[in-house]
């Protein structure tokens, strides 16, 4: 078989998508006019015109007004059963997925209406596709530390719908620091740990060292920078821990996939996993992510076999779930 078809037809387990950025240019049209809302763009072209990202800060800028036609629960509900079906279609059988509630909260959608949105989506992924999904909230890194607090507070509410917690948002002047204590009271309330540490920013490789030492993450989202220090290497590669890295996201926000760390780690055994990260607007789900990523790095068979083996070593399915995967 072809690649494509190969690398799609893995089953496999995504672990770094961010439901808002699953948003296509047809369904911000449909939820605009659902919603009375006006949009500057009049066609699907001109939406994807503005996708010329040359790095974190202007894909954000891009990111978050696109969200302000998600307002009502059939919203979330709609965003995160178009991934999960395109998801399916690239041989996703689990997904674990971050949503942004303070993208919404701050713009005066209230929680529970997100939440509910998108837990309704995740019970139909199981009964319609036999797809297993679970939600991780994140925190934007660029609001305050009470702020998180604060949504961690909703978010306790409704333990048995979010399977952990993350940060996201733009790293540069909020440090891993900043969300100490944030972090160990999700961990106090029973929700696992992770966070974004993102590639190419000042003074990251202290921020992927404070994530390991200090905060205990159980994951980390990118991180895979990790390589320019091989004592942390051999710390992550003792606790197990996961690394989700997403190459075409990479490549957008900076210019390259990073398919050398990533190989890298992978070489080393580390449990690193290929993600789509933001889909609608990277134009690549995961499947397309395994073949970017087979093509530039030449990996043979064996090694998308691998990645997508570690995406379950990786994931928080409970050891029970996770047998009838690997
Ligand atoms: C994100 Cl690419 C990226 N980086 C940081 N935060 C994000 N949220 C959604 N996509
Ligand atoms: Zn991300």
New binding site residues.
């Given amino acids: 078989v072809d690649l494509v078809s190969f690398a799609h037809g893995l089953p496999k387990a995504e672990l770094h998508l961010?439901l808002?950025?699953t948003l296509e240019p047809e369904l911000k049209f449909a939820l605009a006019a659902r919603n009375g809302i006006d949009l500057a763009e009049k066609t699907v072209e001109e939406v994807r015109a503005t996708y010329d990202f040359t790095d974190?800060t202007s894909?954000?800028a891009v990111?978050y007004p696109a969200m302000r036609v998600l307002v009502t629960p059939d919203d979330f509900h709609d965003l995160a059963w178009a991934y999960l079906q395109r998801a399916h279609a690239q041989g996703v059988v689990h997904a674990e997925m971050?949503f942004?509630p303070q993208a919404h909260t701050s713009r005066g959608v209230p929680f529970d209406d997100v939440i509910a949105g998108y837990r309704r989506a995740v019970v139909r992924a199981e009964r319609e596709l036999g797809v297993s999904a679970e939600l991780i909230m994140?925190f934007l890194r660029d609001f305050s530390a009470e702020y998180a607090m604060a949504t961690l507070m909703d978010a306790v509410r409704y333990k048995s719908w979010i399977v952990g917690v993350g940060l996201?948002?733009?790293?540069r002047d909020h440090p891993p620091a900043k969300f100490a204590e944030v972090f160990a009271r999700a961990r106090q309330e029973g929700f696992l740990l992770t966070m974004?540490c993102?590639i190419d920013q000042v003074g990251s490789i202290d921020n992927i060292r404070s994530v390991l030492n200090q905060i205990e993450v159980d994951r980390i989202d990118h991180g895979t920078n990790i390589v320019e220090d091989p004592s942390l290497v051999a710390l992550a590669k003792e606790r197990g821990l996961g690394f989700t890295t997403?190459p075409v996201?990479n490549s957008f926000?900076t210019e390259q996939m990073k398919s050398d760390e990533i190989v890298a780690l992978l070489r080393e055994g580390v449990k690193v996993t290929i993600n789509s990260?933001?889909p609608a607007y990277f134009g690549a789900y995961v499947g397309d992510n395994y073949v970017a990523l087979a093509e530039e790095a030449g990996l043979a068979a064996s090694d998308l076999v691998q990645l997508a083996i570690n995406s379950f070593e990786a994931s928080w399915l409970t050891p029970a779930r996770r047998a009838a995967y690997v």
């Fill in positions: 961010h808002e950025g974190l894909f954000l990111y971050f942004d994140c996201d948002s733009d790293e974004h993102d997403c996201s926000v990260d933001d």
